[in-house]
């Protein structure tokens, strides 16, 4: 069974502009979160969303939105994009909400 | 203050010995996660513990939910553990705060 799916793998993007990542769940699994890591540091938590509905928001401005669909797949949306945006875009999917997380390969996303 | 504080930052290990990551957060927790980061990204979730001790393998990871502390144990570590280990806690409002991560390096 596939696991987490990410795409695009790679985006260059201008300040200014407009992003949306993607990612699919593990089959079966209904909880998508989404984070942000910057080269040298952490992942950062920016979404968690569950059955379709946002069950956690970290602190991330309101340029960051996401939504999760009917087939659990979810989309992260970043607009007027900063330089400071350029980072590794994590996707975790779960089970259920509170359960082991499993991690997509990530989109690296480079803003000039 | 990070909310997650990992030590050591780096950590250089010969084959075989064994090895202790701490993990100090100062957040109410649901669960507490470590996770492993290879080169190039890719992330897999190790443990994820809400009381006591978890064994997988040479892998053993204890939480001490009085002191806030966990710990991530490497027995007889192999080159292939090389990696960066990523402390996570989920707080009872349902966020996620990382540590920075400990880089370990095993030589054979």
């Known amino acids: 069974d596939a696991g987490v799916t990410q795409s695009p793998t790679h985006l260059i993007k201008t300040r200014g502009q407009h992003v949306t990542l993607r990612c699919s769940p593990i089959?079966?699994?209904?909880?998508v979160s989404w984070y942000q890591q910057v080269l040298g540091q952490g992942p950062q938590f920016i979404f968690q969303?569950?059955?379709?509905?946002?069950?956690g928001r970290g602190n991330f401005p309101d340029r960051f939105s996401a939504r999760q669909f009917p087939n659990y797949s979810s989309e992260l949306n970043v607009n007027a994009l900063l330089l400071g945006d350029s980072a590794l875009y994590l996707c975790?999917?779960?089970?259920?909400?509170?359960?082991?997380?499993?991690f997509g390969p990530g989109t690296r996303l480079l803003v000039l | 203050k990070n909310e997650v504080e990992q030590s050591p930052q780096n950590l250089t290990a010969q084959e075989g010995e064994f090895i202790t990551i701490n993990c100090s957060y100062s957040?109410?927790?649901?669960?507490l996660h470590w996770l492993q980061q290879h080169p190039g990204g890719g992330i897999v979730s190790l443990f994820m513990?809400?009381?006591g001790k978890k064994k997988h393998g040479r892998l053993i990871a204890t939480i001490n939910i009085q002191e806030k502390h966990s710990s991530l144990h490497i027995t007889a570590s192999h080159p292939r553990d090389s990696a960066v280990y990523i402390c996570?806690?989920?707080?009872?409002?349902?966020?996620?705060?990382f540590g920075t991560g400990t880089s370990l390096t095993v030589i054979p």
């Open positions: 975790a999917s779960s089970l259920v909400s509170l359960e082991t997380q499993y």
């Open positions: 089959s079966g699994h209904k909880s």
């Open positions: 969303y569950y059955e379709k509905e946002e069950r």
């Open positions: 957040v109410g927790i649901s669960a």
């Open positions: 513990l809400s009381s």
């Open positions: 996570a806690v989920r707080n009872t409002g349902n966020q996620f705060y």
